[in-house]
């Protein structure tokens, strides 16, 4: 694999990371809500997240779901079901108050922020489609194991460095303070959004 088709790899990578989608929604508001710090594991969790789509793309995933497309249609019905959930849980609390508690200490611990993140990646299968076809003409057979683990650690830090931006702008005390007068607005939209973003996925 030539230093250009790694470049490549990881340019186009970084433009689906950056593309609005589940993992970005969920960033945003966990840092508007709960701050940089559970953000930042969150972050990790997604990260972890593309790195297994990543992972079964380049170990033929895409060939399975061609000789049997019935497991990509129930892999997208499962994480349409679990986006669309996550959407009505956002949508039926977004009347509640925000918590801003004196501790300071986020609502949710780190292990259940990184919990969320993975799940939020692998409940959209899309990127293991997309994975399959940037790696398709890019990483041809042979190549060593080192250059699939920086393959892979690409991917990971696209993910972790992006939603951890996204996390930390929408943490900054102004965001949040504009978030807090708008919460109900606000919350309904994002669970809206990511209950619209779960019936694309589910719905071809």
């Known amino acids: ?3 250009a088709a790694f470049l490549a790899v990881a340019l186009l990578h970084l433009m ?15 840092g508007v809500t709960e701050g940089l710090r559970t953000g930042f594991f969150l972050a990790c969790g997604i990260g972890l997240g593309g790195v ?18 019935a497991l990509l249609w129930t892999l997208k019905i499962v994480g349409g079901l679990y986006l669309l ?25 780190a292990a259940s922020a990184f919990r969320l993140g993975v799940m939020t990646q692998l409940a959209n299968p899309k990127p293991a489609v997309l994975f399959s076809a940037i790696f398709v003409g ?10 699939y683990a920086a393959l892979l650690t690409v991917v ?12 930390r ?21 994002f ?12 719905v071809p």
């Open 169 to 189: 702008v929408f943490s900054l005390d102004r965001t949040r303070s504009a978030y807090i007068s708008l919460k109900t607005v606000l919350d309904r939209a």
């Open 85 to 109: 959930w996550m959407g009505w849980k956002m949508w039926r609390h977004a009347a509640e108050p925000l918590d801003l508690s004196a501790s300071g200490r986020p609502p949710r611990s």
């Open 16 to 30: 689906a990371a950056i593309s609005p989608g589940p993992a970005v929604l969920m960033a945003a508001r966990t």
């Open 156 to 167: 990971f830090l696209n993910e972790t460095v992006w939603n951890t931006a996204v996390a």
């Open 1 to 3: 694999m030539t230093l």
């Open 138 to 147: 890019t990483v041809p057979q042979g190549t060593p194991v080192w250059v």
């Open 52 to 69: 297994i789509w990543a992972m079964a793309a380049l170990f033929g995933l895409n060939l399975v779901f061609q000789a049997a497309p």
């Open 191 to 202: 669970g809206g959004c990511l209950a619209l973003l779960g019936v694309k996925i589910a």
